[in-house]
C-alpha cells in the first residue's frame, strides 16, 4: 500500500451564509485546499455531503463542483454516508491514491443547512434514521440520541449535570477558532437549565447545524514532495470505516458503539499505535452522549465510564486525551455532511503547529472519527504529524 | 404521496407481523428474509402478541414536519416480550409518567396527517398496559 499525504487544506467559517451559494461555500474550500497544498491541477475530486438533495434541490455535486473549481472534465461524485458524508469522501478519496489510480485529489465536505425551516430541516435529518420503522413514528434526529442518553442515565447511574463538561471544553475551545460558528464559552450551570429539546436532551448537548465547507488535498508521497508549497504534508497513517445496523432498535447493544469499536481498532492496529498515543481526539460530540459512547468504543474509557472523562479534565487542552480542540461539532458547529472534513483539518492544524491560541504542545498523532446517523457508519482517520 | 409505500407496511403496522428464523428460532421485527443473528434465511411469518417494556422514552419538543401539530409527544424504544426491540410512540399515558421498565401494550392510533386533503397514517403505538380482564 502507497502512503498518502495531505498536502493542503481549506475551509470556511461554519455558520449562516445567506449570500455564499451551495457551489460558492464548496468552491471556496476547495481551493483554498488547492492554494495552501500549491496545486492547480486535480486527478479527481470527492465531495461529501447528506442533503444537497432535500435542503438545496441540488444533486450531482461532482460535476458541479469540479467545474466551479476550473476542473471541468476530470472523475468528480458525491459520497454520501448521512452525518459520516465528509470522512466517507475522505476515505474515497484515500482509497484513490492508495491504490495507486490517482496521484492528487480532492475531497470535500460540504452542507448548506439554514435555507430551509427548522421543521423542514429536522424531517431531513431525520432521512439518516430507519425510514418506515424510526422516522415514520415521528422520532428525530435528537430524540434518538434522547433516547440512548436516558437508557445511559438509568443504567450507569449519571445524571444530566454529569455531561456538562463536553460542552464547557468544547465552547472553551471554540473561543479561539477564527472558523468556529459559537465563539463564546458556557458554565456548566447554563448547560443544565438550557432548555429541552427532546428530554433528556437539552439545547447545549446538541450540536448547531450550519452552513459549511472544508476541505483537503491528498497526494502519494512522491506527488506531495514535489509540491510547491512551504506546507509540510502530514501523512494519514489510517483509514476504517465500519458499520452497524441502521435503526437504534435493531443494535445488538444499544449502549455500545459497535462501528466505532470496530473501525478505531482497525486504525489502531494500521497506524501501528495504541490509544493512549494518541495526543489528540476529534470526536464526533453531535451530541454529549456520543461523545461519551464514542470515548467507551474506542478503548478510552470502560462502560459507563465515558462520562466521567468530562469531569476529570482528561479531555481539556491540557488534559491526557484533549478532544474537540477548536471547538467540536458543539462549538465550531455541525455542517452535517463537512463535518468529517473539519475534524481532519483542525488535526492538520494542530499536528503542523497552525492551531493558534488552541495549539497543543508538539503532538504526534490525532485522531478524528466522523459517525453517520446514530452511529450506523462510523469513520475514523488517524494522521501522524510531519518528521 | 407514498401511498404504496404505507401500503406495504400494513401487516407490520397494523398486525406487527415480523418473522421467526427456523434455524436459530429468534423473532425479528421488523421482518427482513435475513436472520440478524445467524444470517441464514429466515421467511416464516410471525406475529408478535403486542406487549413488552419500555426501554427508553423521550419526549420530543421539536417536531419534524408533518409531526408538528402533535408536538410534545413521547418516543419510545419498546422492547417487547418476545426479544425484539422497536420505536413507537407512547400513547394514552394521562397522568401516567413513563418509566424504563414500564409495561405496555400495542394499540393502532394515527400516525401522521398529510394535511386537509392529504391521506392519514394508522400504525402502532403503545399504551401502559391495561389490568388483564380475566
Ligand atoms: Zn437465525
New interface residues.
Given amino acids: 500500500m502507497r502512503d498518502v499525504f495531505i498536502a493542503g487544506i481549506g475551509q470556511v467559517p461554519v455558520g449562516e451564509h445567506w449570500e455564499t451559494s451551495l457551489r460558492h461555500l464548496g468552491a471556496k474550500a476547495i481551493l483554498g485546499a488547492m492554494e495552501d497544498a500549491g496545486v492547480d491541477r486535480l486527478d479527481g475530486l470527492y465531495v461529501g455531503n447528506m442533503l444537497s438533495g432535500p435542503l438545496n434541490q441540488q444533486e450531482h455535486l461532482g460535476a458541479l463542483l469540479a467545474d466551479f473549481v476550473g476542473q471541468r472534465g476530470i472523475e468528480a461524485l458525491k459520497v454520501e454516508a448521512a452525518c459520516g458524508s465528509g470522512a466517507a469522501a475522505l476515505r474515497v478519496g484515500y482509497a484513490m491514491i492508495v491504490s495507486g489510480l490517482a496521484e492528487i485529489v480532492g475531497v470535500v465536505g460540504l452542507e448548506k443547512m439554514t435555507e430551509s425551516r427548522g421543521p423542514e430541516t429536522t424531517a431531513a435529518l431525520a432521512m439518516a434514521a430507519d425510514g418506515d420503522y424510526e422516522a415514520d413514528h415521528g422520532v428525530t434526529f435528537v430524540a434518538l440520541n434522547a433516547l440512548l442518553m436516558n437508557r445511559y442515565m438509568v443504567e450507569h447511574e449519571v445524571s444530566h449535570a454529569d455531561f456538562a463538561g463536553f460542552a464547557v471544553v468544547a465552547h472553551a475551545n471554540g473561543v479561539n477558532n477564527p472558523n468556529a460558528m459559537f465563539r463564546r464559552p458556557i458554565t456548566a450551570e447554563q448547560f443544565v437549565r438550557s432548555g429541552v429539546v427532546a428530554s433528556p436532551i437539552g439545547m447545549l448537548d446538541a450540536s448547531p447545524i450550519g452552513d459549511g465547507a472544508a476541505a483537503v488535498i491528498l497526494a502519494s508521497r512522491d506527488v506531495a514532495r514535489a509540491l510547491k508549497t512551504s506546507r509540510p504534508p502530514v501523512r494519514i497513517a489510517a483509514s476504517a470505516f465500519a458499520t452497524d445496523a441502521l435503526a437504534i432498535h435493531d443494535r445488538s447493544d444499544l449502549l455500545f458503539l459497535d462501528a466505532a469499536a470496530r473501525s478505531s481498532h482497525k486504525a489502531y492496529e494500521q497506524a501501528g499505535i495504541r490509544p493512549n498515543d494518541l495526543d489528540l481526539f476529534e470526536l464526533h460530540d453531535a451530541f454529549s452522549i456520543m461523545a461519551a459512547l464514542s470515548l467507551e468504543a474506542c478503548g478510552f474509557a470502560p462502560r459507563g465510564g465515558g462520562v466521567r472523562l468530562a469531569q476529570d479534565g482528561t479531555i481539556a487542552l491540557d488534559g491526557r486525551l484533549p478532544i474537540s480542540t477548536m471547538g467540536g461539532l458543539k462549538a465550531r458547529g455541525h455542517p452535517v455532511g463537512a463535518t468529517g472534513v473539519y475534524q481532519v483539518v483542525e488535526i492538520v492544524q494542530q499536528l503542523r503547529g497552525d492551531a493558534g491560541r488552541n495549539q497543543l504542545p508538539n503532538p504526534l498523532w490525532g485522531m478524528a472519527q466522523n459517525i453517520g446517523g446514530s452511529g450506523a457508519s462510523i469513520i475514523t482517520h488517524i494522521l501522524q504529524a510531519p518528521e | 404521496m407514498e401511498l404504496s409505500?404505507h401500503w406495504r407496511?400494513q401487516n407490520?403496522r397494523y398486525r406487527l407481523v415480523g418473522e421467526v428464523c427456523d434455524t436459530c428460532g429468534v423473532k425479528i421485527f421488523?421482518p427482513r428474509d435475513i436472520c440478524?443473528e445467524c444470517s441464514k434465511p429466515a421467511q416464516e411469518l410471525y406475529t408478535f402478541s403486542g406487549r413488552g417494556e419500555v426501554?427508553?422514552?423521550?419526549?420530543?419538543?421539536?417536531?419534524?414536519?408533518?409531526?408538528?401539530e402533535?408536538a410534545p409527544?413521547t418516543?419510545?424504544?419498546v422492547k417487547l416480550v418476545e426479544g425484539?426491540?422497536?420505536?413507537?410512540?407512547l400513547t394514552d399515558l394521562g397522568e401516567t409518567e413513563p418509566e424504563?421498565g414500564m409495561p405496555v401494550e400495542m394499540v393502532t392510533r394515527q400516525?401522521?396527517t398529510e394535511g386537509d386533503q392529504g391521506m392519514i397514517?394508522y400504525?402502532y403505538k403503545f399504551r401502559p398496559a391495561l389490568a388483564a380482564a380475566v
Fill in positions: 409505500r407496511l407490520q421488523p440478524p426501554y427508553s422514552f423521550s419526549t420530543v419538543y421539536n417536531a419534524p414536519a408533518g409531526y408538528e402533535y409527544y418516543v419510545a424504544l425484539p426491540v422497536l420505536t413507537a410512540q424504563i400516525l401522521r397514517v400504525g
